[in-house]
């Protein structure tokens, strides 16, 4: 006998309980997912009270993602033979108090020319969030290293398992409709569909029709039976865009389907019942809206369960250049560009009413148009570079004057006596975070520790 052999003679014993004391989830199945083996560490990751409540690999949901991790490993036959090799991926596990995250392994094993499936389970939950909080990234095209956003972002995935309305405020180009594709994408809903709606290009005689369907007669040119954006939503999210634009009297229609979930479609007698989650959003605070007489009350307080703000890109200056370097390396497919000193600066010194769409737009055309791989002021389009040193954002000053304002030794004392606290010092000096900033760029203070955001 070789020693590899009477080592496995001696675990065999020993086996069950070191199976036991381990921390990740394991199960055994055999090859149509009844239990064999469960480990007590599986139980407490999965939320199972007792063993005799798991007689089969928990749901069909993971059975799917078996079978996708196996067909995105190359195995082209996977739906008709068994999955082969070692698979993993992550299996989000819905909680009352917010999603877990598993990451499973498996593969096959043989035994007595029998086929069994081992699986491990580790919770990643943590991890996966430190990955998107250190590497700036987040899910559906955010790249960001501002808190206020982050903060945004978490309390969307802190919602996404609910179906409370969720509301998004914030600048046109700011990321709402990324903010509400994220939303759904995490929801328990992501397998139904997403259907976004502009509210203000829709057409005042034909809203009815565009929400709740219509049939065959029930106006001129309704030539047969055609289903709304409620309906084609039906099991997923309907995110209205640019609510605020909607007629009053609209409003009132559109507060009614929210409140029961039922509709007749236009020409009908017969209810329609829907499931159906709605997020809205808008570039117009609603609240003075309703202040206004503009928009109604009720359906306010219908939509705004959870308002959640958009950041203006201006707000976020931290983003800029880490948006702008982003947008350029995907535009430049033949060719590295990269901002010069004197760019960058333009780019900080521009108060981006346009937001990302406008970064976006303006990093396209220096990619294009600008001849040397380093991209200078000169580059940049000459409306742009007007704009940059004459339009400041209300209470901010042009960084013309920054260093006249503001002596390097008095930002530091101000510092110094807010313990590095941005938000106290700008008060104290009567101007906003982003001009504060800006005037600590230009003096190089904003990468001593002593600086908080």
Avoid at 85 to 96: I, V
Wanted: glycine share 8%; aromatic share 8%; proline share 4%.
């Amino acid at each position: 006998m070789t020693q590899y052999a009477q080592g496995m003679e001696l675990l065999y014993p020993v086996l069950p309980e070191l199976l036991e004391t381990l921390g990740s989830g394991l199960i055994l199945t055999d090859q149509q997912g009844l239990v064999k083996y469960v480990n007590s560490a599986t139980l407490k990751l999965l939320g199972v009270d007792q063993l005799e409540h798991l007689r089969e690999i928990p749901g069909e949901k993971m059975r799917k993602e078996l079978l996708k991790a196996a067909l995105d490993s190359g195995q082209e036959d996977a739906v008709s033979r068994p999955q082969v090799g070692c698979l993993q991926w992550d299996h989000r596990l819905p909680g009352a108090i917010g999603d877990k995250i598993l990451h499973v392994r498996t593969r096959l094993v043989e035994k007595d020319q029998e086929k069994y499936r081992i699986f491990f389970f580790e919770d990643v939950t943590g991890l996966r969030h430190a990955e998107r909080v250190l590497g700036g990234t987040q899910q559906i095209g955010f790249l960001t290293e501002d808190t206020a956003l982050r903060d945004s972002i978490s309390l969307v995935e802190k919602v996404a398992n609910t179906d409370s309305c969720v509301f998004f405020w914030g600048e046109s180009g700011s990321g709402k409709g990324l903010m509400a594709r994220l939303l759904h994408q995490l929801s328990p809903r992501n397998s139904k569909p997403l259907i976004e709606v502009n509210c203000a290009a829709i057409p005042e005689n034909l809203f009815e029709a565009e929400f709740f369907g219509s049939v065959k007669g029930a106006f001129t040119g309704a030539v047969s039976d055609r289903i709304g954006r409620f309906t084609a939503a039906d099991g997923g999210t309907l995110f209205l865009d640019e609510v605020s634009e909607l007629p009053l009297y609209h409003q009132a229609k559109l507060l009614k389907v929210l409140e029961d979930n039922c509709f007749e479609p236009l020409g009908s007698i017969k209810t329609r019942h829907v499931d159906v989650r709605v997020i809205a959003a808008s570039n117009r605070n609603l609240k003075e809206a309703v202040e206004s007489g503009t928009f109604r009350s009720d359906l306010y307080y219908r939509l705004n369960v959870i308002p959640v703000r958009i950041p203006p890109l201006r707000e976020r200056p931290s983003d800029i250049i880490l948006l702008a370097e982003y947008f350029l390396h995907g535009a430049c497919k033949s060719s590295q560009k990269i901002f010069s000193a004197e760019a960058k600066r333009l780019l900080l010194d521009h108060p981006w009413p346009g937001n990302v769409r406008e970064l976006r737009n303006v990093v396209e055309y220096l990619a294009i148009c600008s001849a040397e791989a380093h991209i200078h002021k000169s580059d940049f389009p000459k409306d742009f570079q007007e704009k940059s040193t004459t339009v400041s954002v209300p209470g901010d000053k042009t960084l013309s004057s920054a260093k006249a304002s503001y002596g390097k030794e008095q930002l530091q004392r101000l510092l110094s006596k807010h313990h590095g606290n941005r938000a106290q010092c700008a008060r104290e000096l009567g101007i906003d975070r982003v001009t504060l900033w800006r005037h600590l760029k230009r003096w190089g203070l904003t990468n001593g520790t002593e600086v908080r955001p």
